[in-house]
């Protein structure tokens, strides 16, 4: 195969508790993630020019080392053995940057998926997966889609029921919070939510979409809102668009709403739109695969 096209799907969080600091610094962390339909589209391309070569629409998105798909690249051939005669990677870029929806992981995850199937499949699932967690505590997930509960700084992964038949509203507004602006407004923010996964899980088990809702949770969600007023905007016009409950994605900017059917989802997004340019309508999705060219 000498050229793979794939898609790198988005994901949001159900649940995310952030507790204390770890001895290694990073924060402990509890959350359900669910894969979404919106998608980044990839294409890779073995190419006669040595080397990685990206190309992006966005003119703003690295396309050097910088850029977490060239680190996918780089650390597969080393990986697998593989000498690199030279790859293209191109992406069309679909979801938010900056929208705590793990746009730039899941573009790696594809990478490393493309490049896997592209070279006869070399390297195992776990070496895959051990391979993606040395870019970002979200690759491991973005790797297999689904729905999934994550502890440790997102590592740990074990699987979840996936979210019963609904329709999302995503709406990212006009800021970006990074994720070590996020982590530090959580350090010092008093009375910080720290919302439970159980109840979640259950309510997925059920297939209770009124249950989903009321479980929904984020940690980030007061402190970014705070310093982030426009975050609380949108979700407050999710909400009173119809959605039966509306939550942050990850660290923001991104907020989902949820709603029962397509055409309450269609009307929600149209009026959002209007405020907000980067405004989708998604449905949940389960695993992954790649097509062919």
Not at 6 to 13: S, T
Request: glycine content about 10%; hydrophobic content about 45%; charged content about 20%.
């Amino acid at each position: 195969m000498r050229v793979l096209t794939g898609n790198a799907y988005a994901k949001i969080n159900l649940t995310l508790d952030v507790a204390g600091v770890r001895s290694d610094g990073y924060h402990e962390l509890e959350t359900i993630m669910h894969t979404v339909s919106l998608c980044d589209r990839i294409v890779v391309r073995r190419s006669l020019q040595k080397g990685i070569t990206l190309g992006c629409n966005l003119p703003y998105v690295p396309r050097d080392g910088r850029n977490l798909a060239v680190q996918a690249a780089e650390v597969f051939f080393a990986a697998a053995g593989i000498e690199n005669t030279g790859i293209e990677i191109h992406m069309k870029k679909n979801i938010p940057v900056g929208a705590g929806m793990a746009g730039g992981s899941t573009d790696a995850a594809a990478v490393l998926r493309m490049l896997n199937r592209m070279y006869g499949n070399p390297l195992p699932r776990r070496r895959l997966s051990d391979l993606a967690l040395s870019l970002g505590a979200d690759v491991p997930f973005c790797l297999e889609g689904g729905a999934a509960l994550a502890r440790g700084v997102g590592e740990r992964l074990s699987p979840a029921p996936c979210l019963p038949g609904c329709w999302l509203v995503i709406c990212k507004p006009p800021v970006s919070v990074s994720t070590k602006r996020a982590y530090a407004l959580i350090d010092r923010y008093a009375g910080l939510a720290h919302p439970p996964a159980a109840p979640m899980l259950e309510a997925l088990e059920r297939k209770d979409l009124r249950g989903v809702c009321a479980a929904l949770g984020n940690s980030f969600q007061a402190p970014v809102e705070a310093e982030r007023p426009v975050v609380g905007e949108v979700r407050r016009a999710l909400l009173e668009s119809g959605a039966m409950g509306a939550l942050m994605s990850g660290s923001g900017s991104a907020v989902f709403g949820i709603f029962r059917c397509e055409r309450h989802a269609l009307r929600a997004a149209e009026t959002l739109k209007k405020r907000f340019r980067e405004t989708f309508v998604a449905r949940p999705i389960g695993q992954i695969g790649e097509s062919c060219e």
